[in-house]
């Protein structure tokens, strides 16, 4: 059969070796944009890779699932990210419209989601030339967002969710068994803020600023619902890359040790948590986080890092 998709994909390593290449998805997207009407299908260009394959094709943002043979769970971040971006829409945050959102059946299933391109830069590109005036001008922004996100569902959440994902969070491996043990423990032992919608990856890379200094919240494949916690690292650490400014001006409710407190339970119940971990460490040490035998010393980098 003459398949427009042509390479084989049998593990997470194929995808990573094909899911920026233009020229093995430019026949794929042709296809679906004439099935739904497009045009712009012969602009194609690069957006920031994320798991998925990531285009801009004339003026949409075009979201290419990795099929299930490459190991992702494809239906599943589809219909997460696709619910979530609705949610989002509907809950008046500044997102990208969906224009169209279905499957297409080549060499192999491929979900896609189509959205209006957002012409405008990542913040991390943008934030480090800001002047103060205009980092607190964002900040306000982002929060006012993120009051119409961070609401509390109508159905009933299992309390026991996010201990459940960081038993089951294989990221920790690098760690040793106490340091594990001392995250499960501290976590079931901290009373945690009731839950609400999070996006879980407000990194530099979601959030575009565009001409005008607007912000569009983008990438919605990470959203959960959640302690409220479970929102700060990715934006302090990685939006704000530890902009003391940023970060007080947006937690500007918070006392100091409160503040320090919720990061570090944040960062330790976070799907990415041992990512962020390593960041802290390597910020205040020159030693490999393997090494790490107290989980508390991050708390205690954290002070030291965001003390105004």
Same mark, same amino acid.
């Given at each position: +059969?003459?398949?427009? *998709?042509k390479k084989s994909i049998n593990n997470w390593d194929d995808w990573g070796a094909v899911f920026q290449s233009i020229s093995d998805f430019r026949e794929?997207?042709? @296809?679906?944009?004439?099935?739904?009407?497009?045009?712009?299908? !012969?602009?194609?260009?690069?957006?920031?890779?994320?798991?998925? $394959?990531?285009?801009?094709?004339?003026?949409?943002?075009?979201? /290419?699932?990795?099929?299930?043979?490459?190991?992702? #769970?494809?239906?599943?971040?589809?219909? $997460?990210?696709?619910? &979530?971006?609705?949610? $989002?829409?509907? +809950?008046?945050? #500044?997102?990208?419209?969906?224009?169209? $959102?279905?499957?297409?059946?080549?060499?192999?299933?491929?979900?896609?989601?189509?959205?209006?391109?957002? !012409?405008?830069?990542?913040?991390?590109?943008?934030?480090?030339?800001?002047?103060?005036?205009?980092?607190?001008? *964002?900040?306000?922004?982002?929060?006012?967002?993120?009051? =119409?996100?961070?609401? =509390?569902?109508?159905?009933?959440? #299992?309390?026991?969710?996010?201990?459940?994902?960081?038993?089951?969070?294989?990221?920790?491996?690098?760690? #040793?068994?106490?340091?594990?043990?001392?995250? /499960?423990?501290?976590? +079931?032992?901290?009373?945690?803020?009731?839950?609400?919608?999070?996006?879980?990856?407000?990194?530099?890379?979601?959030?575009? /600023?565009?001409?005008?200094?607007?912000?569009?919240?983008?990438?919605?494949?990470?959203? /959960?619902?959640?302690?409220?916690?479970?929102?700060?690292?990715?934006?302090?650490?990685?939006?704000?890359? *530890? !902009?003391?400014?940023?970060?007080?001006?947006?937690?500007k409710d918070l006392e100091y040790d409160t503040l320090v407190e919720k990061l570090f339970i944040g960062t330790l119940m976070h799907e990415f948590g041992?990512?962020f971990v390593e960041i802290i460490y390597n910020k205040c040490t020159n030693d490999e986080v393997s090494n790490l035998l107290d989980i508390k010393e991050?708390?205690?980098?954290?002070? &030291?890092?965001? @003390?105004?």
């Open positions: +059969m003459n398949y427009l *998709f794929l997207i042709k @296809k679906i944009y004439l099935k739904e009407g497009l045009l712009g299908y !012969d602009d194609i260009s690069n957006l920031t890779p994320g798991t998925n $394959a990531v285009f801009k094709a004339g003026k949409y943002a075009i979201k /290419i699932f990795a099929p299930k043979e490459s190991g992702a #769970n494809t239906d599943s971040d589809y219909r $997460a990210e696709l619910k &979530s971006m609705q949610k $989002a829409i509907n +809950m008046g945050l #500044n997102a990208p419209t969906i224009v169209a $959102a279905s499957s297409i059946q080549d060499k192999y299933l491929f979900r896609y989601l189509i959205m209006d391109y957002i !012409d405008g830069q990542e913040a991390n590109k943008v934030l480090k030339n800001y002047s103060n005036n205009k980092k607190k001008a *964002f900040v306000n922004k982002l929060r006012n967002n993120l009051h =119409k996100l961070n609401i =509390k569902p109508r159905d009933q959440v #299992n309390g026991n969710l996010i201990q459940e994902r960081i038993i089951k969070n294989k990221r920790w491996t690098k760690f #040793n068994d106490s340091i594990k043990e001392q995250i /499960i423990d501290i976590v +079931m032992n901290y009373k945690l803020s009731e839950y609400v919608y999070v996006h879980g990856d407000l990194i530099g890379d979601n959030i575009i /600023i565009d001409s005008k200094d607007n912000i569009f919240i983008i990438d919605y494949a990470d959203s /959960i619902i959640a302690p409220v916690e479970y929102e700060y690292p990715p934006m302090a650490f990685d939006l704000f890359n *530890f !902009d003391t400014q940023m970060i007080h001006e947006y937690f041992s990512y991050i708390k205690n980098m954290i002070y &030291s890092l965001l @003390k105004a």
